[in-house]
């Protein structure tokens, strides 16, 4: 009884479930439900899966309509497995209730599972309602497990397997590439290649065109069907106009060719087994009939080549007997190896023959008689040992003929090499080249002679071993021994001549050699007086003919003494002349007494008595004319003396009066003695004798020129040249120039700005003192000391930019700020103590010069207080609180309070605050006064603070200004003032245009000339002081 719950139930599907492959369904996508929704799809695998039923449904004599209507009922769908399986299933029910219907469904699911297919999802109830999703999930799975599933190649299953078969089939063919079963397969060109591999009668693939899928694909539908029994399960259309088409579909239908060519190719493979089995036995029997062809073959090859091996017929030359051995060198070469490849071949046919046959299982080959392996390798061990015996003997015969033939070769080339060396060797000996040659040549062949001699005795032991080899020749009957021993006598002979002709040449060359030695020492003798005499008087002649350059009398008569003592020594030289030509006559003689021929020259030297004597009456030539070329010398030299002299005398009194009148402007401009106009009129003065003073300057320019005509280079009676005197009188002139201009512009800024003379004394002995080597100009550290103690005398209270702007209106401005610093004139001090000064007295005397207050340092009548400096090096001094009071010396006083000795800066009074002091940079001048900047400054009510006499700083009478000290210590103080604002300080013209004035400060200090480019640029903030690379340098003023 079918229990109907159970029947009801789902059953899994498209799982993993066991089976005699493995997990095939592993390999397989999971079934996407989703996709069945794809209308594309759903009618693809519809006709698909309808069309792949009823090729197996037809067998059974049945087909379907509606796949998801005619498998309702369980009927065709058990008789589907029936046919596919081959196995029977259970009866079926025959009712046509939902029940009857179930239980043939589930009969069916139950087959599948047996299979081993796991189903999910599916059950009858589903099957029954006609899910079309379900029953197309259903057939999929039936396809898998009997359609491919059992496709296997090369260890691959399922679809991997039915892949690689579809690309190895179509591999071959062009425009095929065959990944996957959807998108390879849309041209159709797949299709038509499986068909073409298996039937290449029914498709003409090379017409096909890649461009024409549907033609392509209905082709191989065509032909399949009508061909291969494969009904048509594709429509050409939906596969080319779906973008993928179904992945199932292609692989249900591709299994169809499989299982259609896989019949065909196991019938074939029967047919190919029979015919390799024939074949075999046909190629077996070849075999045999080779073998027996090949072994009577080699084995009468053998027969008739030993006989030849074993022959022995000796030779009695060389070359017969080295063309036997090269007879069998060529059968060992050409004839033997064919044989040892038909042997070699014989024994392969033989191993192949008998294992083929072992291996089909019938009996062995067994060769005729005489004709086995064993007697073949038998006979061709004969063969091998005739062919050494016969090696051996050619070998040894061959090397007997060697010998004898190395002997009368041996004896033939000694003979040669003998007969050669001694050719020309008789002729030398007899040769009389000695009567000709000269001592050296005679030597050079004695040596020659004995090398000869050593080479002759050498030549001994060839003799020797010629006559030895003749002997051996003859022992061994050589067929050409009688012209062996006819050359070997003429040897012998010859031999005996050369010894007595070398014993008769040693005697006259050792003859010939005495007499030469006594001519060689007159020769050496005559070279060694002869080259230094000849020398001597190439030395002469140069000396006689050298030009000589002397600027001095005391040169040209050295040169004159020196000529004297020359000419003294002429009568020795021709004395050494007359002996050194004797030597030479000597050896002359004793050639002719001996009959020896003389070289053409001496060999010691190239002097010749001709070259002697043509030298020494050049000499006799040359000293007159030197005589005459002094004496004209010397008379030019008195001439240029006398120029010199001229010369000297007059550059004498131009150039100290030049160098006088430049220190006596110089002292002018750095002493200032008297005011403006009584300088001006002086230096004017100056410059009416300066003029006056011109005609001696013309004077030493013609006495001058007349030393330069003369080519007067040096002039030892003065000091002074003419460069330096132009030099000195146009820097005179110039100096003088300048100087009258420097102190007409002081007079006319003195007059407009109202700067005392007293003010610009001060000034420049401020300037002084930096200039220590009084050149009227700082160098770098001077410059910069100079800034350094210009700034301490002012940075108390008061920006850099205001000093800057103080000495602007000091320097007279020219620049257009000289009108605002003019209404903000007037006088005043600045508190402060130099760097480094001792400790002063409480009471200490007012300093010379004009001290100026500027900005932190006024206040309306009130002392200072809180005065301090910054660290070393700071151009601003920080300003005390505002309403801060002075700090005095005593009751009532307005001075900065004094330290104790030592402590510079530390107050007196008790509590009394300190003022701090940077290192010292500034020094006193000799007369010890402090060195101050001179100028004037106004305060904004218009009183000028002027200098007061010695005693406690003042302030000159006047209308009283809020900025001014109180004139003595008993003066009232009125209320303190705030400090004066920057934009106070700019309206009183403090700070406008400070730079460009700040050069001209330096100009009516230093009374030069400035240069508009020596001073670039400085920072307001750092004390006025130059930045970069700035090297202010002054126009030198006149050297005192």
Not at 107 to 113: E, M, R, S, T
Not at 196 to 216: A, F, M, Q, S, W
Not at 489 to 508: F, N, P, Y
Not at 627 to 653: I, Y
């Amino acid at each position: 009884m079918v229990d109907y719950h159970s029947a009801g139930q789902p059953h899994p599907y498209g799982g993993n479930g066991p089976g005699p492959n493995g997990d095939y369904m592993a390999q397989e996508d999971d079934w996407d439900r989703d996709l069945l929704l794809d209308p594309a799809w759903e009618k693809q695998q519809r006709k698909t899966f309808t069309a792949w039923c009823n090729s197996h449904l037809r067998k059974a004599g049945t087909q379907i309509e509606n796949i998801d209507e005619d498998f309702r009922d369980g009927l065709k769908l058990m008789l589907l497995l029936e046919v596919i399986s081959g196995e029977r299933l259970p009866k079926p029910e025959r009712g046509k209730m939902r029940v009857h219907k179930i239980n043939n469904v589930n009969k069916a699911l139950d087959f599948i599972a047996s299979k081993g297919v796991k189903l999910v999802s599916i059950g009858a109830e589903e099957i029954v309602d006609g899910n079309a999703k379900m029953t197309l999930g259903m057939i999929w799975t039936i396809i898998l497990r009997f359609a491919i599933q059992d496709i296997s190649v090369e260890e691959t299953s399922a679809k991997e397997g039915l892949l690689l078969w579809c690309q190895r089939k179509t591999a071959p063919y062009k425009n095929v590439n065959v990944q996957n079963f959807h998108i390879s397969w849309k041209d159709g060109l797949a299709f038509n290649a499986l068909i073409h591999r298996h039937r290449p009668e029914l498709i003409e693939y090379d017409k096909l065109r890649k461009d024409d899928p549907v033609t392509n694909l209905n082709n191989a539908f065509e032909v399949a069907e009508k061909y291969l029994d494969i009904p048509k399960m594709l429509d050409a259309e939906d596969i080319v106009n779906t973008a993928r088409p179904d992945e199932k579909a292609i692989m249900t239908y591709v299994s169809s060719f499989y299982h259609a060519f896989s019949g065909a190719q196991k019938a074939e493979t029967a047919a190919n087994r029979i015919c390799k089995v024939l074949a075999v036995n046909q190629e077996n029997e070849q075999l045999m009939e080779d073998y027996e062809r090949l072994a009577s073959d080699l084995l009468a090859w053998i027969q008739r080549t030993i006989p030849w091996l074993e022959a022995r017929d000796p030779q009695k030359t060389i070359p017969a007997m080295q063309q036997k051995l090269e007879d069998f060198r060529e059968y060992r070469r050409v004839h033997k190896p064919p044989k040892v490849q038909e042997k070699c071949q014989l024994e392969i046919n033989f191993n192949t023959l008998q294992t083929k046959l072992r291996l089909s299982g019938r009996p062995a080959f067994m060769p005729s008689e005489g004709r086995m392996v064993s007697d073949i390798g038998a006979g061709w061990q004969r063969l091998e040992q005739a062919e050494k015996g016969h090696e051996e003997w050619l070998l040894t015969e061959l090397r007997r003929l060697e010998r004898l033939d190395h002997l009368a070769e041996k004896f033939r080339q000694k003979a040669s090499i003998h007969e050669g060396w001694t050719e020309g060797k008789e002729v030398a000996l007899r040769d009389r080249d000695s009567g000709t040659a000269s001592l050296a040549q005679v030597r050079a062949l004695l040596r020659k002679h004995e090398a000869f001699e050593s080479d002759l005795a050498a030549h001994q032991d060839r003799v020797e071993q010629i006559a030895a080899i003749a002997q051996e020749l003859n022992e061994l009957d050589y067929y050409d021994a009688p012209s062996v021993n006819a050359r070997c006598q003429k040897i012998c002979d010859q031999w005996d001549l050369l010894g007595s002709l070398t014993h008769s040449r040693r005697e006259a060359l050792e003859k010939t050699e005495k007499q030469l030695e006594t001519i060689d020492e007159l020769h050496l003798e005559y070279a060694k007086r002869a080259a230094p005499f000849n020398n001597w008087m190439e030395s002469a002649m140069e000396d006689l003919q050298d030009m000589f350059i002397v600027h001095t009398i005391e040169e040209i008569q050295g040169l004159i003494a020196a000529h004297e003592q020359f000419k003294s020594t002429l009568p020795d030289a021709d004395k050494e002349r007359e002996a050194i030509l004797g030597i030479q006559r000597e050896a002359q003689r004793m050639a002719e007494l001996h009959g020896i021929q003389l070289p053409a020259s001496n060999p010691y030297t190239s002097v010749t008595a001709q070259v002697i004597n043509s030298k020494w009456e050049r000499v006799q030539q040359l000293v007159p004319q030197r005589d005459q070329a002094l004496q004209e010398e010397q008379a030019r030299q008195d001439s240029n003396e006398r120029l010199r002299r001229q010369f000297g005398s007059q550059a004498n009194r131009v150039g100290p009066w030049i160098q006088t009148k430049m220190e006596e402007i110089g002292r002018i401009s750095i002493e200032m003695n008297g005011t403006l106009e009584d300088q001006l009129n002086h230096l004017k003065e100056y410059e009416e004798n300066i003029v006056e003073y011109k005609p001696n300057l013309e004077l030493l320019e013609q006495q001058h020129q007349l030393v330069q005509e003369a080519l007067i280079f040096d002039n030892q009676h003065s000091n002074y040249t003419m460069e330096h005197l132009r030099v000195g009188w146009e820097q005179l002139l110039t100096t003088i120039a300048r100087t009258i201009n420097e102190v007409e512009n002081q007079i006319l800024t003195r007059d407009a700005k109202g700067i005392s003379q007293e003010q610009m004394q001060e000034f420049r002995a401020s300037f002084n003192h930096f200039d220590k080597d009084h050149g009227g100009a700082l160098g770098p550290e001077e410059f910069k000391a100079f800034i350094d103690f210009m700034s301490q005398e002012t940075t108390d209270t008061d920006t850099a930019e205001q000093v800057i702007n103080s000495f602007r209106v000091l320097a007279g401005d020219k620049h257009g700020g000289g009108a605002a610093a003019g209404a903000a004139g007037g006088a005043g001090r600045v508190l402060h103590r130099p760097h480094g000064a001792l400790p002063r007295p409480r009471r200490r005397p007012r300093r010379p010069g004009l001290q100026i207050l500027l900005h932190g340092a006024l206040r309306r009548e009130r002392p200072l207080s809180g005065i301090h400096r910054d660290p070393p090096g700071s151009p601003r001094v920080p300003q005390d609180p505002p309403g801060s009071p002075w700090i005095p010396d005593g009751p009532g006083s307005s001075r900065i309070p004094e330290g104790p000795p030592g402590s510079p800066g530390i107050p007196e009074d008790p509590g009394s605050p300190r003022v701090p002091q940077d290192p010292p940079k500034v020094t006193k001048d000799p007369s010890g006064s402090l060195l101050m900047v001179p100028g004037t400054l106004q305060d904004p009510q218009g009183s000028q603070i002027t200098k007061d006499p010695p005693g406690p700083p003042r302030i000159p009478d006047g209308p009283r200004s809020p900025w001014i000290l109180p004139e003595d210590p008993g003066s009232p103080t009125p209320p303190h003032p705030p400090p004066p604002t920057m934009q106070q300080l700019i309206d009183f013209g403090i700070f406008r245009d400070a730079i460009p004035a700040f050069p001209r400060l330096f100009l009516v200090a230093g009374r030069g000339e400035r240069n508009s480019q020596e001073f670039p640029g400085f920072s307001t903030g750092s004390a006025a002081r130059p930045k970069g690379s700035l090297s202010p340098r002054l126009p030198p003023a006149p050297h005192s």
